[in-house]
């Protein structure tokens, strides 16, 4: 695993371009820097390659008239995955939607999708398998799935 000193003097322009401190926040799945840009090491990385292959996914590939996904609406996903600091199960809908998935052992259970306006629905079983559905934002999140493995 890199550490915050590798990341830091690792130079790719698009990523270190206008970095120019580091936040002392590294909790060994990532590194936040001043001006709110994040550096992944690597614990949703796969999620994230999943997520860009929904892109290749065109007019009705799934056989029931599914809709093909957009680049922006990706972006969108992106960005909250990388703001989420635990592994993420990512999963395509239908109607060009993603939707992210948490469970535990216990049974308690936490999915939600993204909508195009950026609202997000939750929808979240407790381990007493209590249920609850309400919707959220995007700076809810992180707080949210933090919550949940509480």
Known sequence: MLS???????NPPALHQGITE???AYNGSSLSFLGGRIVDD????????????F??????????????????????AERLLSAIPVKTEVFPISDGRVQFEFDKEDGAYLEF???????????????DQT??????????????VTEFYG
Do not use: T
């Open 4 to 10: 915050a000193q590798d990341l830091l003097s690792w």
């Open 22 to 24: 580091a936040d002392s």
């Open 113 to 127: 999708e993204v909508n195009d306006d950026g609202s997000i629905h939750v929808f979240q079983i407790l381990s």
């Open 55 to 76: 892109l290749d996914y065109g007019p009705d590939w799934n056989g029931y008239g599914a809709v093909p996904f957009s680049r922006d609406y990706i972006k969108k």
């Open 42 to 53: 690597g614990i949703n990385m796969k999620s994230k390659r999943k997520l860009r292959s």
């Open 131 to 144: 249920e609850r559905e309400y919707d959220a934002k995007y700076e809810d999140m992180k707080g949210i």
